[in-house]
């Protein structure tokens, strides 16, 4: 390993299948598909992780539906660090109970923490950012978030606003944090210049995360402490599934990091390091869409990309086809995402990639539960 600290992986993996349909379903998420490549975007979140923290210190936290398929993906990996969450609760209960069961075993441990389903360009820089982060972490109560400098007037995107450097040039001070803000906010913070993506990859020991949690959630952490202290005995399945439910269900933004923001850029240990390389989280078809024509991993001259075993498109632009095996032809039509599965296919404009959802919830209250 690169690095001397005793550093641990906490890899988010939940999630309903949603963005993606109808490729990714309840038990085929976003995570475990291979959407940029031949490899899913859970392994490729692992295995560039690796050369600081082996399989041995990754953990990761899914859901019921995901965990299987998750383990035969990542072989090496024990099976005592997928922890399947027996209901969502968002990413404060699932943080929290890796720094607790962390915590146990040894409370200088510097957590990261990352999204699954994030791609990640330039890997060396990717790398070398992180050596930084760790270092910052470790030296304190310090709490350390990667951001992304805006490219566009994102309204997708959380927002992270800082202040002054450190003294040692090392890092940001942290001002506060926003949730996605509208259109017109979103290009003030980007004419500012002080102004960041939240990209949610963040680092912590192992006690400043789980003090900071028994601080703001004075209800959830004695749950979460229990449920720890079972991890490793034949009732850790039994005590999870009792009282993880019973957990807030709040993100980790709202319920650590903005409370400790209010404190102040130079008494909160909030700090943010601006990230030097790549990176893109594929949130819609529409995202995929612009990712794989940037990058230029596919597209022909009318801007249409396609996935498929061929494609002939007649007075037709900027469209994504995903079709395996079977021909698709397009006229006359522009700004479309087409998606077909054994089972399912979509068509939908560009703009409403986000609204794919929309369909997700519907078939759930028509009882489609074969199709989600």
Same mark, same amino acid.
């Given at each position: 390993?690169?690095?001397?600290?005793?550093?641990?992986?906490?890899?988010?993996?939940?999630?309903?299948?949603?963005r993606?349909?109808?490729?990714?379903?309840?038990?085929?998420?976003?995570?475990?598909?291979?959407?940029?490549?031949?490899?899913?975007?859970?392994?490729?979140?692992?295995?560039?992780?690796?050369?600081?923290?082996?399989?041995?210190?990754?953990w990761?936290?899914?859901n019921?539906?995901?965990?299987?398929?998750?383990?035969?993906?990542?072989?090496?990996l024990?099976?005592?660090?997928?922890?399947?969450?027996?209901?969502?609760?968002?990413?404060?209960?699932?943080?929290?109970?890796?720094?607790?069961?962390?915590?146990?075993?040894?409370?200088?441990?510097?957590?990261?923490?990352?999204?699954?389903?994030?791609?990640?360009?330039?890997?060396?820089?990717?790398?070398?950012?992180?050596?930084k982060?760790?270092?910052?972490?470790?030296?304190?109560?310090?709490?350390?978030?990667?951001g992304?400098?805006?490219?566009?007037?994102?309204?997708?995107?959380?927002?992270?606003?800082?202040?002054?450097?450190?003294?040692?040039?090392?890092a940001?001070h942290?001002?506060?944090?926003?949730?996605? +803000?509208?259109?017109?906010?979103?290009?003030?913070?980007? @004419? /500012?210049? %002080? $102004?960041?993506?939240?990209? #949610?990859? &963040?680092?912590?020991?192992?006690?400043t995360?789980?003090?900071?949690?028994?601080?703001?959630?004075?209800?959830?952490?004695?749950?979460?402490?229990?449920?720890?202290?079972?991890?490793?005995?034949?009732?850790?399945?039994?005590?999870?599934?009792?009282?993880?439910?019973?957990?807030?269900?709040?993100?980790?933004?709202?319920?650590?990091?903005?409370?400790?923001?209010?404190?102040?850029?130079?008494?909160?240990?909030?700090?943010?390091?601006?990230?030097?390389?790549?990176?893109?989280?594929?949130?819609?078809?529409?995202?995929?869409?612009?990712?794989?024509?940037?990058?230029?991993?596919?597209?022909?001259?009318?801007?249409?990309? +396609?996935?498929?075993?061929?494609?002939?498109?007649?007075? @037709? /632009?900027? %469209? $994504?086809?995903?079709?395996? #095996?079977? &021909?698709?032809?397009?006229?006359?039509?522009?700004?479309?995402?087409?998606?077909?599965?054994?089972?399912?296919?979509?068509?939908?404009?560009?703009?409403?990639?986000?609204?794919v959802?929309?369909?997700?919830?519907?078939?759930?209250?028509?009882?489609?539960?074969?199709?989600?």
């Amino acid at each position: 390993m690169l690095n001397p600290v005793d550093f641990r992986t906490v890899i988010l993996a939940g999630g309903s299948g949603t963005r993606f349909w109808p490729r990714s379903r309840r038990a085929r998420a976003k995570q475990v598909l291979a959407l940029d490549g031949e490899r899913s975007m859970i392994q490729q979140t692992v295995e560039r992780l690796t050369p600081l923290a082996g399989l041995d210190s990754t953990w990761i936290i899914t859901n019921e539906y995901l965990a299987g398929e998750i383990a035969d993906q990542l072989p090496g990996l024990a099976a005592d660090q997928i922890l399947q969450e027996p209901v969502a609760r968002n990413t404060a209960p699932a943080c929290g109970l890796a720094a607790f069961v962390i915590e146990r075993q040894n409370p200088d441990a510097v957590l990261g923490v990352f999204p699954s389903d994030h791609v990640i360009g330039d890997e060396p820089r990717f790398l070398k950012a992180l050596q930084k982060a760790i270092s910052v972490a470790s030296a304190g109560e310090n709490i350390v978030v990667l951001g992304i400098e805006p490219a566009r007037a994102e309204t997708g995107y959380g927002y992270i606003e800082t202040g002054e450097l450190t003294r040692d040039g090392s890092a940001l001070h942290v001002r506060r944090f926003i949730e996605k +803000p509208n259109q017109v906010r979103a290009e003030e913070f980007v @004419a /500012a210049g %002080n $102004y960041y993506w939240n990209s #949610g990859m &963040f680092l912590w020991s192992a006690r400043t995360l789980a003090n900071a949690v028994r601080e703001h959630l004075p209800e959830t952490a004695p749950l979460l402490e229990t449920i720890a202290a079972a991890y490793g005995t034949p009732r850790f399945d039994e005590v999870f599934r009792a009282l993880y439910p019973k957990c807030e269900n709040i993100s980790v933004d709202y319920a650590v990091l903005e409370p400790r923001s209010a404190k102040g850029e130079h008494t909160s240990h909030l700090y943010c390091l601006p990230a030097e390389f790549s990176w893109n989280d594929l949130g819609s078809w529409a995202s995929l869409y612009e990712y794989q024509l940037e990058t230029r991993l596919r597209g022909d001259a009318e801007g249409n990309v +396609p996935e498929a075993e061929g494609h002939m498109a007649i007075d @037709a /632009a900027n %469209n $994504y086809i995903f079709s395996p #095996g079977k &021909f698709v032809a397009l006229v006359g039509v522009e700004n479309l995402v087409v998606v077909d599965t054994e089972d399912a296919l979509l068509i939908v404009h560009r703009d409403h990639s986000q609204d794919v959802g929309k369909i997700v919830k519907e078939l759930s209250l028509t009882g489609r539960s074969d199709l989600i």
